[in-house]
């Protein structure tokens, strides 16, 4: 089970630090991404990080701002977002599955997602 949390309303430019705490063991293979989804809008992908190791993949438009890391001692995997912006609002939310590089940007290959917490980013 998934429990995010951390969203909240920023200004432009601020910054928001995500949680996704995951109770119970998260296999080796497992990725753990984060996804949002914007008013009328699919969701999309944001970022991904695999449980073992450290390789992280990010989608254009938040690479170089946010920053997605772990701490396998207390299995949570963060969502640092810096320099938001407008079109950073969205409900954001994490998810966890076994998958491949390839396939990982794919919300459809996570079975397992957290509640989705709520990030409004204002002009």
């Known amino acids: 089970q998934l429990q995010a949390s951390g969203g909240g309303l920023v200004q432009a430019g601020g910054s928001l630090r995500l949680s996704c705490a995951a109770s119970?063991?998260?296999?080796?293979?497992?990725?753990v991404a984060w996804f949002r989804q914007a008013p009328g809008k699919e969701r999309e992908f944001v970022a991904s990080?695999?449980?073992?190791?450290?390789?992280?993949d990010y989608a254009d438009s938040v690479k170089g701002r946010f920053t997605i890391s772990k701490d396998n001692a207390v299995n949570t995997v963060y969502l640092q977002m810096d320099g938001l912006q407008p079109e950073d609002t969205a409900v954001y939310y994490c998810?966890?599955?076994?998958?491949?590089?390839?396939?990982?940007?794919?919300?459809?290959?996570?079975?397992?997602w957290g509640q989705g917490t709520q990030v409004t980013v204002s002009s």
């Open positions: 119970g063991r998260i296999f080796s293979n497992y990725f």
């Open positions: 998810a966890a599955d076994s998958t491949t590089w390839a396939r990982a940007r794919s919300s459809r290959r996570y079975t397992n």
């Open positions: 990080i695999m449980w073992s190791g450290t390789r992280t």
